[in-house]
């Protein structure tokens, strides 16, 4: 099916081809994953010793220094090179927008094209033409990032705990408004109770800045985007002007609000990447992901595939990957201890070894807060307290009047189904606009 549908789409495509570098449909550009890349451009080479070939799209540059595409295309390639494969090989497609089906459906299209036996799509919006490519290349594999849509056979979706590392981050922001005198903090959104991704980060953050300084309040500036660097810029900077957010945070894809933060004698926690190499004077620590942990484990379930995608999903375990700090796939990155309030890493560590154990998780009706000796040792105090929103829900685009208890006192976490989708709330402290 794969090769009968690309070879029935050469020739329509064949102008978008020659615009990306090739010079027709079977052939591949002879720039590799770090060259310079126009928007929409794809870069591909044989696949050093073995005929199984990773495709990619992106929402940005492949070349970024920072960030989401940066974190993801790091993983691929790491991923590629412990299973023998030469990164050299991976096809990409990127500066690929994420609110045009019609673009992400033909850079699927140009991957598959030039020979893809797996296909990463790494951002939330091209969700609707995954699902679509996977029907129409049932002999390709699918797998979705941050998306919920998969099947029983090629397609697949993948996230993690992310917010258990935006916790731990939330620790060393609260910490430093607890130096600075200072519990306005500010945080960067691309979006917010429109998806649980996005609510749910925000959300822990909160809850560990509170569980340092409880009388912390995280204001939340959203931009209705992802991959704006300029709105990225301005909303932070807007946070600092109004409020005078002495931390700021994000859930966008740059380190432009870091970059923002620093030029302001302010502090941040980034997003994605490690980000004290882009703010040095001023970033904290990022809540991160460690892509690479499951772009090894889906790459070695296709090659067992032995060319038939449709056992991808039983390979898999199952069409949803969904993993956290206990598996290794997503924490907070070194602390910058230069700039960080002290004893924050003692806190974090002890906090951390808390969601690792499965003792303790950030959204149940137990509050932390810390008693920290001269020593700099840290006891962790548990107080069972209801875990409660700001007393509003997104309704059908609209906030409306909720129960404000989430979690009665001493009640376990929420479940996994409320924080990967459902949940459209913001917890007390939490102030958007």
């Known amino acids: 099916m794969k090769k009968i549908l690309a070879l029935a789409l050469a020739a329509a495509m064949s102008l978008s081809l020659a615009a990306c570098g090739s010079k027709d449909p079977g052939s591949t550009s002879n720039k590799g994953p770090g060259s310079a890349q126009n928007p929409g451009s794809s870069s591909a080479a044989p696949a050093g010793g073995s005929d199984f070939k ?83 290349y049932s ?7 941050t998306g919920y849509m998969a099947n029983d056979t090629n397609f697949n979706n993948y996230f993690g705990r992310i917010y258990q590392a935006r916790y731990l981050a939330g620790i060393a922001a609260g910490m430093k ?28 953050f909160a809850l560990g800045a509170q569980s340092a300084n409880p009388d912390a309040v995280v204001h939340v500036n959203v931009i209705d985007t ?35 933060a620093q030029n302001n004698n302010a502090f941040g926690c980034g997003y994605n990447s490690d980000m004290t190499e882009q703010a040095p004077s001023a ?22 595939c032995n060319g038939d995608a449709s056992k991808f999903v039983e390979n898999m375990g199952g069409n949803a990957y969904y993993a956290g700090l206990a598996e290794g796939f997503v924490d907070a990155s070194p602390l910058n201890e230069a700039v960080a309030a002290p004893n924050t890493k003692a806190v974090m560590d002890a906090v951390r070894e808390l969601m690792v154990s499965g003792e303790w998780d950030v959204f149940s009706g137990v509050k932390l807060s810390y008693n920290i000796s001269e020593d700099g040792s840290v006891e962790i105090v548990k107080t069972d307290a209801p875990l409660m929103s700001d007393g509003k829900q997104l309704v059908d685009g609209q906030p409306v009047d909720m129960d404000p208890e989430i979690v009665p006192a001493g009640g376990p976490s929420v479940d996994d189904g409320v924080i990967k989708g459902s949940m459209n709330y913001n917890v007390a402290g939490v102030i958007e606009g």
């Open 54 to 136: 990773v495709g990619a799209v992106y929402i940005t540059s492949q070349n970024d220094t920072a960030g989401y595409t940066f974190q993801h295309h790091n993983g691929i390639t790491t991923a590629m090179k412990a299973l023998g494969l030469d990164p050299a090989g991976l096809i990409i497609v990127d500066n690929v927008p994420d609110n045009d089906d019609t673009a992400v459906a033909t850079a699927i299209d140009t991957v598959v094209n030039q020979g893809a036996d797996i296909v990463f799509g790494i951002s939330f919006g091209y969700i609707n033409a995954m699902a679509e490519k996977a029907e129409d």
């Open 139 to 145: 002999d390709v594999i699918f797998s979705h990032g």
């Open 177 to 204: 408004s607890l130096e600075l005198g200072n519990n306005e903090l500010g945080y960067v959104a691309a979006y917010n109770r429109q998806y649980a991704e996005t609510c749910s980060g925000i959300n822990a």
């Open 226 to 260: 992802w991959g704006d660097e300029a709105l990225e810029r301005q909303a932070a900077q807007a946070l600092i002007d109004t409020y005078g957010c002495g931390v700021i945070s994000q859930h966008c894809d740059s380190a432009q609000p870091q970059l923002v």
């Open 283 to 304: 970033h904290l620590t990022s809540a991160i992901w460690h892509w690479n942990v499951y772009y090894q484990t889906a790459i070695e379930a296709a090659m067992a």
